[in-house]
């Protein structure tokens, strides 16, 4: 049966391999017949004469510029600069040429009989707006698109020393909250556009697409083995930021409806860059960059320290410190000190870049090769390291007649991680100030006689991750005529992915004695392979003022992945300790092969009237094997509508100062089905567990064959105004996307055998907000020029609608009209002066302190959050910053730290406890665990408003300083660039990095490092 | 002629890709996949015996993992023990078994409602093997009465502890969610009765011999010995004895093991019913739980109550509970299990049923009909072994007092089995009011999960007292 429809597809697959070259054949004649037309009309063009060869160079402020496109006026004679800036061309002496590159003001030269012509453009903002916006599908120009779509390009991206580029897009983008788990590299992020639209916590991530490729998101691995992070690791880690020419972020319906039900929350386009036409161009840049933690907790200091322990154990009535109370009891010495923050979290990583690729072409055809590697240390103590390789190619052709076109990409990208298995941020951040000295005498860890776990042993334990990923893609087409195109695009990816955790027994204190029997290892194996078929029948058509633009496609995709979760235990030697075959005890907790899915129909209509007034119909089919029989279809759609008014003849006459005006509003219906593979099914699954011999089959769920998609309707209405020639540019979006039909456990009673269903609920959760992008051109000389980026987010998030919240199982977790990302927490009102113990509000008055009385609401969704960026261009010096804003909430360190007293470390605050009764104090009674009302108290405070403070931040992202060397030998261009991530932090947020959410893993690092780039 | 091969070339490829767009969306089945490699449907599952027995067996490794008959800390041996005078708390807060010691339950605690959660997905899946069994086409006739006779006895099983702890519950012998959400609760009778129903099938579906060789599975006098367990508790006491004799009677199978430490071993003899430990070196969970080798002790101890209640020459003192000493303070654990997990042989298994509980049902039951020679006698058989010489009881009252006692000092910390003594005789406020600080005559019933009763109003009233 498998097999059966396995085949179907690839027969699918086939199919549109012979279409094309079918279409190519019944169209020889034709070519045949327009390539004697060219030559014939070039001969007559040869006989007129009266010509000559121009030369020359092309330049901009930062040196020769290569891809300008040079036409005589009027004729269709042009030819592009190579990468020295060089063009040649024949022209009449009389006639004039036209310098026209994207981003760059036009240039208009009369040739007036010379025969050498250097040109130098400026870049202009006025023309960004002619820019074309890839929208996945089809492109738009940026003045004409309907939809809410935000842009980076490469230029944005090399500013910054990263490895992922999830982190080159922080603060760039309005609507785009990105948010870094760890500091340690191969990690995870989180990002939201527009908000969290899934009751989910796994819904919520946009669907991610490579050069037309899908790239799946889901967590790849097991937490058994990647324990280093905090959450799953980044499926951009496998992209090298500087293969990346542009990503485009799609946000609204207009934009998203055309992913239908992947759409829901927003399209994280990613396009690779291509080869331009030319000479031979070689480019090779080496970069070396150091990495620090950004900020360090401020913990209490030895003296301190001991008087807390010793207080608490005066409070709680105990006069002989017991024998492991090894602190304070004179075990450990008294008068020591250790920063176990900058000991064990405050080295120094280095990372070093390096970058080689070679591009060029001719007019039909172009190619780019690119190899990259990454290698980044730790700051952990200790040989811990990162290293990525990658290579891309990319590949394009066109026929002469320009009719068709094959466009190939492919990357291949090998990442090696190797990372102690536990971070060690926590323990730097408990461990007693007076603890033990790492080392002994002889240079051996020092286990102190036993009386502590030294934390160096812990690095013993590792986690590898190997991963390899493949994308590629092809894709095909053909001008037909009547305005006609035939288009195909073929994508395959297989990602491979290998992690391991070891415990060798040289973790344990040697006094006992553990050899390898003691040692274990946990293995993951997985991998994921899809690929995709879509083709797609193009059509355009210019009728008097009216364009019309339509396109219908479809889409195939299969989707496998593999995972398996092994373990091994007792071996004879711990060099062994990699091979599951030497283990005594081995065990494999699941094996699983997953299939998905997914298959759609989409169309798009465009119609434009005189430039000005322009209607975007989208639509799309969408089938998914996520769904059982019956509801694995829906149909996703929108409508956008954009009206240049400043084309308006009343506008352009009386409001002369505005360039360009466009209202633009977009409705429609997307959809999610990130809920895992065969959810629907009445399955049983091997439950891993043993009994008489027999692993069991257990009943997985209560068998729901009906839930289907969760459905996103977005609202967008946005204002872009240009002032004086577009020097001043701003655009003004308001959004609301209401996501439904929430599918999640719905709660059930559980005598039914579950406690819950996988269900559409009718929740409804709402993400409003409102956008704002400003771009000034603040000055603009040959020598000197100055702009600056703003934009600005305000999001609100709101559950609207849950039908039986009160008596359901997440009616401690949501309340109706609140954000779904917020947290019910007592009320503190301060340490009783008798008791010394925290006291909060008893909600309900029931002289009792239960879960009932949580009801402080506090939201941890960001209020606003932007950026502000500058760009400064002095002669051969080009300065770059961003600053990065958030107004927000986070937890703070109560949250993390048992009560003030206990052994261990803890934040500085807590000085100041009570002491007798009377005490006015901030702090409760000191206690080692025994007074358990201190200890119920804390964890109460832990859970409280006390818990949670203002973590705001303004921070300086990014700062890239470049310097073009003043070139002495011909044809050598050489850049050298100093970068800065992470550098100045201003806020109120005490407990570490404001930004930063998974608290005690390790935080984002500030980087600085330097680079230098030859171009021949 | 030129013109129509102009209209040709746009015709055709024009057509075929209009063909193909059609295909997309006309083959549907596209998106049909197989389950996966792991998973096998519910019906799958039932059409052969193998994966059938395999469904029916981790219905028994939940059952000792999680839920009310787990010898971890979470199930009943724990929690009843400290709820009555069994066993000492030694942790504190309301993610412990604290609240349990305290006897301050309330509504909203995680193992009242983390046990009833669990135990109703037991059940859930003991009825999906009744109704996956039933429905099968490929298992024969032999096969199908041997996992509905399991099926059985574990439902009746499940629902007998429930109705005890909870008061009445609602008696679940389906699937169906819808008709599951909106249940009601019977009386604790009703439920008994229920349990007694499904055991009388059981026991008829069931062979006499065991299916496995370790006695972890059951067979018909498993169901027998619960039968005379329920008859009792249900003041049947001539169907009581009867079960009762039909147990003891396979003198053949159930040979009384006279070694005490021998009692807990997996070889033992006297065994009815036990839980297969899980996969590696793993031993009963009840030791891991209570053996501990250094005081203060981590979780929980024997109460010194129960230890100073023995009489001195009670064999079962000394075999059965080991002290602990610092120097200054002594510490009693129980130690019927004597093996932590850390063991590199499997001994022990978790004991379910086993034949001296069959002496004293029927001691009693005969007690209580008259017999009292013959109460005296298996009562004695009891005494004897433990070291005891012969009963002073002699009136009926008095020998069931005695058989009362008596099974207080030979099950403790096993699934509660005193609580549920003193709850059918209703001596829980007279026992407990002395010895218990925070015990109120509300406290002879847990309160129904507060989640549950917002979910399904159905479950209305909630037990007095919370």
Known sequence: MNKNRIGKGRWLFAAGLCLYFQMAFSFRDKKQEAREKTEHNETLRQAQGDKQQITGTVTDSNGVLPGVTITVKGTSTATISDNTGKYSITAKTDEVLVFSYVGYKEVTVSIDSRSVINVTMQEDSTTLKEVTINAGYYTVKDKERTGSIAKITSKDIEKQPVSNVLSAMQGRMAGVDIVQTTGVPGGGFDIRIRGLNSMRSGGNAPLYVIDGVPFASDAIGDSQTSSTLPTATSPLNAINPSDIESIEILKDADATAIYGSRGANGVVLITTKKGKAGKTQFTASAGTGTGQITKKLDLLNTAQYLAIRQQAFANDGITTYPYNAYDVNGTWDANRYTDWQKELTGGTAVIKTLQASVSGGSSQTHFLVSGNTYTQSTVFPGDFDYKKGAVHVSLDHESDDKRFKVVFSGGYDVQDNDQPAADLTRISRNLAPNAPALYDADGNLNWENSTWENPLAALNSESLAKTNSLVANSTFSYQLPYGFMAKTSLGFTDLRHHESRTDPSTIYDPVYEAGAEYSSIFLTTSSRQSWIVEPQLQWQRTVGKGKVTALVGGTFQNQESNSMLQYGSGFTSNSLLYNLASASFSKTFYDDVTEYRYQAFFGRVNFSWQDKYILNLTGRRDGSSRFGPGKQFANFGAVGAAWLFSEEKGVKEKLAFLSFGKLRASYGITGNDQIGDYQFLNTYQSSGTVYDGTVGLSPIRLYNPDFSWETNKKLEAALELGFLKDRIFTTVSWYRNRSSNQLIGMPLAATTGFTSMQSNLAATVENTGLELTLRTVNLQKDSFGWTTNFNLTVPKNKLIAFPGLASSTYSNQYVIGESINIKKLYHFTGVNPQTGVYEFEDVNGDGQLTIADAQTVKDFSPTYYGGLQNQVRYKNFQLDFLFQFVKQLNWNAATQYSAPGAFGNQPASVVGGWQQAGDIATHQIYTTGLNSDAVNAYGRYATSDAAVSDASYFRLKNVALSYVVPSYVKGLQCKLTLQGQNLLLITPYKDGDPEFRSFNYLPPLRIISLGAEFKF | ?466
């Open chain 2, 1 to 466: 002629m030129k013109n129509k091969l102009k209209t040709i070339s746009i015709f055709w490829p024009v057509a075929i890709w209009g063909l193909l767009l059609c295909l997309a969306t006309g083959c549907d089945n596209f998106v049909d996949v197989d389950q996966p490699n792991s998973q096998l449907t519910g019906v799958a599952v039932f059409e052969n015996n193998t994966t059938a027995t395999a469904a029916m067996k981790d219905v028994y490794a939940k059952m000792r993992d999680n839920g009310l008959l787990t010898g971890k800390s979470v199930g009943l041996s724990n929690l009843l023990g400290q709820y009555i005078d069994e066993l000492v708390c030694y942790q504190t807060g309301i993610t412990t078994a604290e609240p349990f010691y305290t006897n301050s339950l309330t509504a909203t605690n995680g193992y009242v409602q983390q046990l009833w959660n669990s135990t109703y997905n037991q059940i859930y899946s003991a009825n999906a093997v009744i109704e996956g069994v039933t429905a099968s086409t490929g298992m024969t006739t032999t096969q199908k009465n041997q996992l509905i006779g399991e099926a059985l006895f574990v439902r009746a099983l499940l629902h007998s502890y429930l109705a005890g702890v909870y008061g009445g519950c609602p008696y679940i012998t389906s699937t169906d969610y819808q008709q599951n959400s909106t249940v009601h609760r019977l009386t604790t009778m009703a439920v008994y009765n229920l349990c007694i129903a499904d055991l009388e099938e059981a026991a008829t579906l069931l062979p006499e011999s065991y299916i496995s060789y370790e006695r972890i599975r059951p067979n018909q006098y498993a169901a027998r010995a619960l039968l005379a367990r329920l008859y009792l508790y249900t003041g049947q006491l001539v169907q009581a004895s009867n079960e009762a004799s039909a147990v003891l009677n396979q003198t053949a199978m159930y040979v009384w093991e006279p070694d005490l430490d021998k009692v807990f071993l997996k070889e033992c003899t006297s065994t009815i019913w036990q839980f297969s430990a899980g996969g590696g070196y793993a031993n009963a969970q009840e030791g891991a739980l209570f053996v501990f080798n250094a005081g203060p002790p981590p979780t929980v101890a024997l109460n010194p109550l129960l230890y100073t209640a023995f009489a001195p020459n009670d064999q079962r003192k000394n075999h059965w509970i080991r002290s602990i000493t610092d120097g200054t303070t002594t510490w009693y654990q129980p130690y019927k299990y004597q093996q932590d997990n850390s063991s590199t042989t499997t001994t022990s298994y978790s004991i379910m049923l086993r034949l001296a509980e069959q002496y004293l049902i029927r001691a009693e039951a005969r007690a209580r009909q008259g017999d009292l020679i013959g109460a005296k006698e298996d009562l004695d058989f009891v005494r004897n072994n433990a070291g005891l010489s012969p009963t002073t009881a002699v009136t009926a009252t008095d020998l069931v007092t005695a058989v009362m006692e008596e099974r207080r000092f030979e099950f403790f910390t096993e699934l509660g089995m005193r609580f549920f003594d003193l709850q059918r005789s209703g001596n829980l406020d007279a026992t407990l009011t002395p010895v218990k600080p925070g015990w109120n005559t509300t406290d002879g019933l847990w309160p129904v999960p507060q989640s549950e009763l917002l979910i399904n109003p159905n479950l209305a009233p909630q037990n007095a007292g919370y």
